[in-house]
């Protein structure tokens, strides 16, 4: 199984990006999944997630300007980020999770510029 995230980039402040991550190797059904974000001298948070049955959590610095979707037919989860500010700037990975293990993606780096 392999993750491959994508969509990060520079941005100014007040703007979007939306990110995605692709999974190989095994359904996408039936998993959780989940982004998670690092940032300079930080540990890792997560920022979003969705359960195999679609309920969405999200942490409180990006609840109403980040979104968490997936699309099984395309073996893709998203995550679209709207209003980014300079504390959003991070390498964002993907995550999921099946009942025979959890997959780490390799990280897309986002830069949010004041």
């Known amino acids: 199984v392999q993750l491959q995230a994508s969509g990060g980039g520079l941005v100014q402040a007040g703007g979007s990006l939306r990110l995605s991550c692709v999974v190989f190797g095994t359904a996408f059904m039936g998993s959780n999944v989940g982004w998670y974000r690092q940032a300079p001298g930080k540990q890792r948070e997560l920022v979003a997630s969705?359960?195999?049955?679609?309920?969405?959590n999200y942490a409180d610095t990006v609840k109403g300007r980040f979104t968490i979707s997936r699309d099984h037919a395309k073996n893709t989860v998203y995550l679209q980020m709207n209003s980014l500010n300079h504390e959003d700037t991070a390498k964002y990975y993907c995550?999921?999770?099946?009942?025979?293990?959890?997959?780490w993606g390799n990280g897309t780096e986002v830069t949010v510029s004041s």
């Open positions: 995550n999921a999770g099946w009942y025979f293990g959890n997959y």
């Open positions: 969705m359960s195999s049955t679609g309920i969405a």
